[in-house]
């Protein structure tokens, strides 16, 4: 059985940085793509990066520079770095899975069928 363990998150001053951690384990095959994704109280989830298995990196237009995401395969371990952290960043976040061949690691919440039960990051003024 497929799981996925998110870490990393914690409370932090305003232009702070953090580094989340998701675990993925359980699979028999690598999954094709993996991604993070946020949701603030009363807002919608949004996507925040995406990566290939072959560590292909896709970011929406407003987080690319300041989020990283990559992996390490020895740990089965997909990394967010996040710097300059603002209080709008503050939010339950997310990894999600995907392993069908050929999906895209763009990411949105339809093509990952895989989540962990998110880390909570919460940024102060």
């Known amino acids: 059985q497929v799981q996925l363990m998110e870490s990393g998150g914690d409370s932090v001053q305003a232009g702070g940085s953090l580094r989340l951690s998701c675990v993925v384990s359980g699979y028999t095959s690598k999954w094709h793509a993996m991604a993070w994704f946020r949701q603030a109280p009363g807002k919608q989830r949004e996507g925040i990066a995406g990566?290939?298995?072959?560590?292909?990196?896709v970011y929406p237009g407003a987080f690319e520079g300041r989020f990283t995401i990559w992996q390490d395969s020895v740990k089965d371990t997909v990394y967010l770095e996040m710097n300059h952290l603002t209080p709008d960043d503050t939010a339950t976040y997310y990894c999600?899975?995907?392993?069908?061949?050929?999906?895209?690691?763009?990411?949105?919440?339809?093509?990952?069928?895989?989540w962990g039960h998110g880390t909570q990051v919460t940024v102060s003024p």
């Open positions: 999600a899975a995907g392993f069908r061949p050929g999906e895209s690691y763009y990411p949105k919440p339809q093509y990952f069928g895989y």
């Open positions: 990566i290939s298995s072959d560590d292909g990196t």
